[in-house]
């Protein structure tokens, strides 16, 4: 049997994912979503950048066939070229299990192995912008195959990161043992054909084929993954007290569970009354709340905000601002777009100019984004320090407010979550955050006006959503 990098880097974010693609049923599979199809997109191109600065070699041989992929990649090394790009390694592990290592990069260095006074360091190219774990793990994969091969042990290794100009250099001695662990836990799965526990992990999760599959099974298991708060340090900690269902943690003290690695005496009765949200279905309000402000209550005129980001551009190209007016029963929204990125400032001016219309209006968001982006682009335009302040000082973050005041019978306390769980329906439910940035890295390649306007209604539906939330919270803690 053939293990590769891929199952160890598969293995090392979910023990699930590599047992699945090998015993998975492959129809319960969902297809590459946008955002998985920009990731692909934007791994070639980066991939593509870097090696075309290498003067490189490149082993020819049949699709597929690793063993001539292997002896041509032999011949390139006995041959001493100095770059080779996608080489193929192969060597035999346990008599029963065949290594494949494929590094992005081979580079010769100065030194004696099986070929003459030269050996080879490994180069992995990668989207990050540092140096992972599973990165540096997979970096030891390569050299432990290589060292093999070439009959000397390989050191060191090198990471070429995005926007980096320097190659991160990699101390192998640091990562070997620990790859070497993880490889033998991954054979002893893959031995057994046991099918590895379910941890819901909202983070890598949603990027996962397998990810209805296994939410599925978690929430007809009502697994304490899908509670918020249950991090795998907690869940293991939970399983060793024998807590492993809902109505247990629901009933337990929170005592029990404060001493404990994870837990704190903040933590700890915060997930029990979560238990207790989910388990009676409703929401119950936190013993140590954070007041409101009193112009929550008040506020004639109130704005809702959302921004729309590209990360890898740097840009905040949607500014969406709600104006509700209470005393007239009115509201209007503005979307103010930069239809390239060249408009950036043009949208910082208009959203300062709406603002300062109505100064006294409390300017409502959901969680750090909006303050945060707000003082980057004052500085990066220069707007006076006095006139960002006075903008900051009237935000006031609604999942600050609600998460210290409530706990709400929920999976997450993302903005659809709690949306949805008080009725709200985007209008287009199957949109995203992620799928924005590809859909405007779309418009700016092909001028789609079809992709701005998705995203100019999915902005609005964020503001309104906000609305939603904010009056829900407010009402529920005057009853």
């Known amino acids: 049997m053939l293990i590769n990098a891929q199952h160890l880097l598969q293995y090392q974010r979910c023990q699930r994912r590599p047992f699945l693609d090998i015993y998975g049923d492959y129809t319960q599979r969902e ?10 997109q934007d791994k070639i191109i980066h991939h593509q950048c870097v090696v075309s600065k290498f003067a490189y070699h490149q082993p020819e041989y049949p699709s597929g066939n690793w063993p001539a992929a292997a002896a041509a990649t032999w011949e390139l090394m006995q041959q001493g070229v100095n770059y080779i790009h996608r080489g193929v390694l192969l060597t035999s592990y346990n008599d029963q299990f065949t290594l494949l290592s494929r590094p992005d990069l081979l580079i010769k260095q100065p030194g004696f192995s099986t070929f003459g006074n030269w050996q080879y360091m490994p180069v992995n190219i990668e989207l990050g912008k540092r140096p992972k774990q599973e990165y540096q793990v997979i970096l030891a994969f390569h050299a432990q195959v290589l060292g093999i091969l070439q009959n000397v042990s390989v050191n060191y290794g090198g990471l070429i990161l995005r926007n980096k100009e320097k190659t991160y250099i990699v101390d192998l001695d640091r990562w070997t043992a620990l790859m070497l662990n993880i490889l033998r836990e991954y054979i002893a799965i893959i031995e057994l054909k046991n099918e590895p526990e379910i941890f819901i992990s909202r983070q890598k999760c949603h990027l996962c084929p397998w ?52 837990f704190d005496g903040y933590i700890a009765p915060k997930l029990v009354l979560q238990a207790q949200s989910v ?73 300062l100019e709406l603002v300062a219309q109505y100064p006294q209006a409390p300017i409502y968001h959901f969680c750090a984004y909006e303050v945060d982006t707000v003082k980057k682009l004052g500085k990066l335009y220069r707007t006076p320090y006095s006139q960002i302040q006075a903008v900051v000082s009237r935000f006031i973050d609604i999942y600050e407010y609600l998460t210290e005041n409530v706990t709400l019978p929920i999976e997450s306390y993302a903005l659809k979550s709690i949306a949805r769980w008080l009725g709200f329906e985007w209008r287009d439910p199957e949109i995203s955050g992620a799928k924005c940035i590809y859909w405007y890295d779309q418009w700016l390649a092909l001028g789609d006006r079809t992709t701005l306007e998705l995203i ?11 609305r939603i939330v904010k009056d829900w919270l407010v009402n529920f803690l005057i009853d």
């Open 31 to 40: 297809i590459v979503n946008d955002l998985q199809l920009k990731i692909q």
């Open 279 to 351: 388990c009676n279905n409703k929401p119950i309000v936190l013993p140590h709340s954070l007041p409101i402000p009193d112009i929550a209550y008040t506020a004639n005129i109130e704005l809702y905000f959302d921004i729309e980001a590209q990360p890898d551009l740097n840009l905040n190209y949607l500014l969406g601002v709600l104006v509700v007016n209470r005393e007239n029963n009115s509201e209007q929204f503005y979307s103010l777009l930069a239809e390239n990125p060249a408009q950036e400032g043009l949208i910082w001016q208009q959203f």
């Open 211 to 262: 990810c209805s599959y296994c939410y599925a099974i978690a929430q007809n298991e009502q697994h304490l993954s899908l509670l918020p708060g249950v991090t795998p340090i907690r869940y293991q900690q939970l399983q060793n007290l024998n807590i492993d269902t809902l109505e247990t943690l629901a009933k337990t003290h929170p005592s029990t569970l404060e001493q404990l690695a994870g």
């Open 456 to 466: 100019q209604r999915y902005n609005e539906d964020d503001c309104r959503a906000t």
